[in-house]
């Protein structure tokens, strides 16, 4: 049997083709098979702007498919009973969650929430809820019923639910460039889990269009701190073949952010190289905030280690 279910309607694809932005990714989640499109939205060209981002649609939301067909889980037919609306709703919100977490890190997506809550909010309405999904169900994956509903059940609620429920979020208008989509297929597929430093990179852009920019520049800031850790942690251990202990050891948050971006030229680059392009440490040093004390700390900090260690 078949559910599918949609959200994230008015989502904008920009791509660098009309082909381009017909996307969709099959992967599996606790034993049930999912695949997952857009639907909806013909195909517009933008003129004058780079090619990248030539095309754009307005998808009227992303359709969920589940297919239980090799799965030792509950059958989904069960599941569409009303009694069961409490296992189902967690079911949709489990997979929905897992998929807006990728698309929002790996897709750089601010907009999409970070994660949904699997269960019912204190004092709301299971069934409109659920309904508030726009669930169908099929034998076959060609035709397809609605869920049913319980005698009596009133419209009404179903409105309000979906204009309050904080699932609702998801109804923001958002823009996804599909030339990330690979990526976000890849850690659907290998269900990987986005590294810190993207998801302080996507909180960051997101402060950034709401105007919110003393949370942009924290986010930012721990972002860069990751990713140059990273990178000088790299290369010592790759190219210098300097001991993990040793790097641990002088990677330590006393190392600060000025010191790990003052040395990263001087630990990285020849001397040969900052004649040929111009650029020697001590500017290099001088540009970086903190004042003269903690640059030239930054100097000797690393003077120490390149003589302990390399």
Known sequence: MFLSFTLLKGIYLIGYSPEA?????????KGY????????GEP??????????????????LQFVLDDKDTTRVPLVDLTKIDNYPTLLSLMRTVAGRIFNVIRNFGIVP???ENLPT????????????????????????????????????FLSLFLTSKFSRAARFLEDAELNIALWPDIVEALE???????????????????RQKNFRL???????????????????????????????LQRFLSPELGLTARLSGLLNLTLHKSYFKEIGLVMGTFVRSVPGGIKNQMLSIKTLSYFQCTYL
């Open 111 to 113: 907009e999409i929430p």
């Open 44 to 61: 517009t060209e933008i003129p004058d702007v780079p090619t990248y981002s030539k095309y754009f649609r307005k998808s009227d939301g």
């Open 21 to 29: 932005l017909d996307i969709s990714a099959c992967f599996n989640h």
């Open 216 to 246: 942009a520049v924290v986010e930012s800031i721990v972002c860069l701190e990751i990713v140059l850790t990273q990178f000088i942690s790299n290369y010592l251990y790759i190219s210098a073949k300097v001991k993990k202990e040793n």
């Open 33 to 40: 098979a999912v695949r997952i499109s857009f639907s909806g």
């Open 119 to 154: 269960k019912l909010e204190k004092g709301g309405d299971l069934e409109a809820e659920v309904l508030g999904w726009f669930p169908e169900m099929s034998a076959d994956g060609v035709s397809w019923t609605p869920l049913p509903k319980s005698k009596g059940f009133g």
């Open 190 to 208: 290998d269900n990987k889990e986005p590294p810190p430093e993207m998801e302080f990179l996507t909180n960051a852009i997101g402060h950034l």
